[in-house]
């Protein structure tokens, strides 16, 4: 079992940064990949960016040279650097763990941003 506390979240401005945070509750070198995903109402949850445990970094094609995904393995924390953020980035963003053939989510955090 892997639990995922996700924090970081909130309202910003057009133009602004936010870094989201998820702390798991184990070792996150054992997971293959962590992912972070959103899901904004009424529309499917979409992956936003991934990164394996070997540093290999997958993004969504709108959120590429904005978004920076990132994880500390000593302090089994991933992390998302979210600047330049658009009114469209507004949405519900999640963490996702994925170990063996198990996945992970945490709680969602709701990023909301102004025009």
Request: proline residues 2%.
């Amino acid at each position: 079992q892997v639990q995922l506390v996700v924090s970081g979240g909130g309202l910003v401005q057009a133009g602004g940064s936010l870094r989201l945070s998820c702390a798991a509750s184990r070792s996150i070198f054992v997971t293959n990949t962590m992912a972070w995903y959103r899901q904004a109402p009424g529309k499917q949850r979409e992956l936003v960016a991934s990164r394996t445990n070997g540093g290999r970094a997958n993004y969504a094609d709108s959120v590429k040279g904005r978004f920076t995904i990132s994880r500390d393995n000593a302090k089994n924390t991933v992390y998302l650097q979210m600047n330049s953020l658009k009114p469209e980035d507004t949405s519900a963003y999640y963490c996702a763990a994925f170990v063996g053939s198990e996945t992970y989510w945490g709680q969602g955090t709701q990023v909301t941003v102004s025009s």
